[in-house]
């Protein structure tokens, strides 16, 4: 099975398109919700189909640690493991051993670390990496790569280069037969040249797809969206181009209009967990006392099973901390980022891009804060 990628509509640089994978077709744009530890947290694979998920990640370092690559593999792949048929993408660990793990050595061949669970020492490495992927058995599986701090250039150029050069290994340890796609990562912080070197660099290998990493890490939005407009023009058209980690609605806007095709974030299951919701008026705090006697629904626009309740009442589930709460802001959260980039997805069909952006971003980033 190939995975190829058409391109079916463009908007400027905006485009909708079709990647094909042995787990299905992934219309693109696309957001991927985060199943971290191969469940995405209050959501059952059940909900996710019946939203249209059309990709789900998962995390390569949660999964290294608990319950371990081998048993998964052994009880038939990450698919089969969590109950989700359709499309999977892993990302390599790197992110999570540079940023939740105590790090011991950094080498020019991999990682040594103690886990965050018992303190054991682990090691991972390009090819570690690649073996654990292949184990898991997602669709799409990332290179193994350094996410240093955005501003710090000697660090930046040295993560850069370590990133390049663990790339090659991880091509080189990918059977050229894999039902799996193997994305590189661009890296480069803040610095718009060596985003671009990065860009060329990753660029040059042929790879099925490309992410952008590295971004939404303390960097500005302005920032991000220039590294974007830097970054994506180098990348290979007839490619997928992957943001990873960014999922705010407004984000998921200029990302799209500067051609991203792919994003997942945690963010709606995480704000779905401190009580907070996605409208189209903005960020809802259901915490907020002025909820307290609403009848309104949390989004009038949308139809999902979260919307049969009052604000009221899911005030009520999040102030007593009732599990359900979780579960029906996390169903709501996730549907509200799928049916925005489905949206987009058709607005770049329709030739209307502009226009329902111009529509809206004002609605979400300036309406009334007393009336969320």
Request: charged share 20%; with cysteine; aromatic share 8%.
């Amino acid at each position: 099975m190939s995975f190829d990628f058409e391109v079916i509509a463009r908007d400027g640089a905006a485009r909708a398109g079709i990647l094909h994978t042995p787990h299905g077709d992934i219309p693109t744009p696309v957001f991927a919700p985060v199943g971290t530890a191969a469940t995405v947290k209050a959501v059952p694979p059940r909900d996710l189909e019946a939203l249209d998920t059309r990709l789900v990640l998962a995390n390569t370092y949660h999964l290294f640690l608990r319950p371990g690559d081998t048993l998964i593999r052994d009880l038939g792949g990450l698919h089969h493991f969590m109950g989700w048929q359709g499309p999977l993408l892993t990302d390599s660990g790197g992110f999570q051993v540079f940023s939740l793990a105590g790090i011991n050595r950094i080498d020019e061949d991999g990682v040594t670390f103690r886990s965050h669970l018992d303190g054991s020492a682990k090691r991972l490495s390009p090819q570690r990496s690649m073996q654990i992927q292949q184990n898991l058995g997602a669709d799409i599986i990332m290179a193994f790569d350094q996410c240093p701090p955005p501003r710090e250039r000697a660090e930046v150029e040295a993560a850069v280069a370590r990133t390049h050069r663990w790339l090659r290994a991880c091509r080189e340890a990918h059977p050229s037969d894999a039902r799996q796609a193997l994305f590189g990562i661009v890296q480069g912080g803040i610095f718009p040249d060596l985003r671009e070197q990065s860009a060329q660099f990753v660029s040059s290998l042929d790879l099925k797809g490309y992410a952008i990493g590295g971004l939404a890490v303390g960097e500005s939005k302005a920032e991000m969206y220039a590294m974007l407009e830097h970054t994506i023009p180098a990348l290979p058209a007839p490619r997928p181009r992957y943001l990873m980690g960014v999922g705010e609605p407004d984000d998921l806007v200029e990302g799209i209009r500067r051609g991203v095709d792919i994003f997942d974030c945690v963010i709606p299951t995480r704000l779905a967990r401190h009580g907070a919701a996605f409208t189209h008026k903005g960020r809802l705090n259901l915490r907020n006392a002025r909820h307290k006697n609403k009848e309104a629904p949390l989004d009038p626009a949308l139809d999902n099973y979260a919307s049969r309740f009052s604000r009221a009442y899911l005030r009520h589930l999040v102030v007593a901390k009732e599990l359900l709460g979780h579960y029906l802001l996390s169903l709501h959260n996730i549907d509200f980022l799928q049916r925005h980039v489905a949206a987009m997805r058709q607005a770049i069909i329709d030739g209307q891009l502009q226009q329902y952006a111009d529509s809206f971003l004002p609605r979400y980033l300036n309406s009334d804060p007393s009336c969320r």
